[in-house]
């Protein structure tokens, strides 16, 4: 998984349809189907395959970290149960340490 030291962000702004400016059953099922894909992409499970596959190939973690490795580093465990208070999910108020990219 790459995790820049940097903040790199960039933002392609043209006019396009955009899910906020449609009725929120829409939406919903539209953010249902995107958070899937964002799981399938991170090799998480998901409920349902009813997510866009289109280019997937070109998305994902990369070849370098793995998410074991990513989570061993950010102590950010998105498979945790959740208990309301982001005990579990979020062990990361300690020191971190790099952990060297896998190949």
Request: charged share 20%; hydrophobic share 30%; aromatic share 12%.
């Given at each position: 998984?790459?995790?820049?030291?940097?903040?790199?962000?960039?933002?392609?702004?043209?006019?396009r349809?955009?899910?906020?400016?449609?009725?929120w059953?829409?939406?919903?099922?539209?953010?249902q189907?995107s958070?899937?894909?964002i799981?399938?992409?991170?090799g998480?499970?998901?409920?349902?395959?009813d997510?866009?596959t289109?280019?997937?190939?070109?998305?994902?973690?990369?070849?370098?970290?793995?998410?074991?490795?990513?989570?061993?580093f950010?102590?950010?465990?998105?498979?945790?149960?959740?208990?309301g208070?982001?005990?579990?999910?979020?062990?990361?108020?300690?020191t971190l340490?790099?952990v060297?990219?896998?190949?």
């Open positions: 998984m790459y995790a820049p030291i940097r903040d790199v962000v960039y933002h392609y702004y043209e006019e349809p955009v899910v906020w400016e449609r009725d059953p829409q939406r919903y099922v539209i953010q189907q958070k899937r894909r799981r399938a992409l991170l998480l499970p998901v409920t349902s395959n997510y866009d289109t280019n997937m190939s070109q998305f994902g973690l990369g070849h370098l970290r793995s998410m074991a490795s990513f989570i061993e950010s102590r950010i465990d998105p498979l945790a149960p959740k208990d208070l982001n005990s579990q999910q979020f062990q990361n108020c300690g340490t790099y060297e990219p896998t190949v």
